[in-house]
């Protein structure tokens, strides 16, 4: 049995002192490794390009993702009893072309969180076309078929609502077009009245001067003057409705891809990812403005804040690796709830991040921390997570 004090770096280093120490050849050519019940929290440094067989079953094992890359001969993985709660380890299993059985549950070790998350049997099925054993009980071509279709059904019926916003987005504007091009060229059309009255007013008075007549009347330069500014006029607001045509084609286009990004992830998490839009808003809005401080935002010359719309993420990864935190936390009340407000330059970015994976790696490349709150609440943008998030 290999020791655990030894492992938790992930590397092999020595056996019971019954047993011969192995050299650096003997490890590379280990086919069957046993590392159940060592208490391990990284399978990081594995280098053993003939091993076969892996039981790492019975550890603290969150992720291991990437742990396998240097185990191409890899056919049965047992993960069983270890804190695993997301479909991004079968992503990167899936990688593993020689995986022929893969244990998530077992009867001698327990299961994985990821074991609870809607459709797992037919998500790690599919995703895993070539696997023969999954969590002890083998798997015949008849269940990988059903598993096949029933992902092919996901995917047609998120294709449809994908291209049913893109039709709905291509509609908005094409309507936004033509409502701008009236609007341009009637403003075309004034301005073009406007330049030819005081194209004629110049060539009048430049006759005059030229055949000594009267000075013109006050009457007349006040009308030159009307002129003149009806002609600035109609060049500000013909500027101004070009650049109105351009900001809405950016935030239709924008809103759009936000939407396509969050049911594509809703397609990869397997439905455990899934978006909701809040009808009542009057809790989070009373919410928002209570922890509101105007203060905090003066360098973004903020006084102020609406709520426009509140969007629910219920994400069923992140609420169990939340509920572990909270299980080994002794003051669960504080991490109850939290604000988080995203750079409004990076807004987009920052919530398609934070919906995917939780805040724990967007703060890790930030300096800033969160303001403690009541509340897991991205107003900027009017999307609100509450505990549904459960931060990572």
Not at 66 to 89: I, M
Request: net charge negative; proline share 3%; hydrophobic share 40%.
């Amino acid at each position: 049995m290999v020791r655990h004090d030894e492992l938790m770096s992930g590397q092999i280093l020595q056996q019971e002192k019954t047993q011969s120490d192995l050299s650096a050849r003997d490890c590379h050519l280990m086919d069957v490794l046993w590392l159940a019940g060592n208490q391990l929290r990284s399978l990081e440094g594995l280098d053993l390009p003939n091993l076969t067989e892996l039981n790492a079953a019975s550890n603290e094992l969150s992720s291991v993702v990437g742990a396998f890359d240097e185990l191409p001969q890899l056919k049965t993985l047992n993960l069983a009893g270890n804190r695993l709660c997301s479909f991004k380890e079968v992503l990167d299993l899936a990688r593993r072309n020689s995986l022929t059985a893969l244990s998530f549950a077992d009867p001698d070790f327990g299961e994985n969180p990821i074991c609870t998350l809607c459709n797992y049997q037919t998500y790690i099925l599919y995703h895993l076309p070539k696997l023969q054993v999954h969590d002890q009980m083998y798997v015949d071509a008849e269940a990988h078929q059903v598993a096949q279709a029933a992902y092919a059904k996901k995917r047609l019926y998120y294709n449809m609502r994908i291209k049913t916003l893109q039709r709905q987005s291509g509609d908005c504007l094409r309507a936004a077009n033509i409502i701008n091009e009236a609007r341009r060229n009637t403003l075309g059309q004034d301005l073009a009245n406007a330049a030819g009255l005081l194209r004629r007013a110049a060539a009048f008075q430049q006759s005059r001067k030229q055949n000594g007549g009267d000075e013109a009347d006050t009457s007349e330069y006040q009308d030159l003057d009307a002129a003149e500014r009806k002609l600035k006029l109609c060049e500000v607001e013909l500027a101004d409705a070009e650049l109105a045509f351009q900001r809405l084609q950016q935030s239709v286009r924008q809103s759009l891809d936000a939407q396509i990004r969050c049911l594509l992830l809703e397609l990869r998490s397997g439905g455990n990812v899934r978006f909701e839009k809040v009808e009542d808003t009057s809790q989070i809005r009373d919410l928002v403005m209570s922890r509101f401080r105007p203060q905090d935002f003066s360098v973004f010359n903020f006084s102020k804040i609406k709520v426009v719309q509140v969007t629910r993420l219920h994400h069923r990864s992140l609420h169990l690796h939340f509920e572990q935190l909270m299980e080994r936390s002794e003051t669960p009340e504080a991490f109850e709830y939290l604000f988080y407000v995203p750079e409004p330059r990076h807004a987009l970015e920052e919530l398609q991040e934070v919906a995917e994976g939780g805040l724990a790696k967007l703060f890790e490349k930030q300096t800033k921390t969160p303001r403690a709150s009541s509340q897991e609440e991205l107003d900027d943008i009017g999307i609100e997570l509450q505990e549904d998030l459960c931060l990572s």
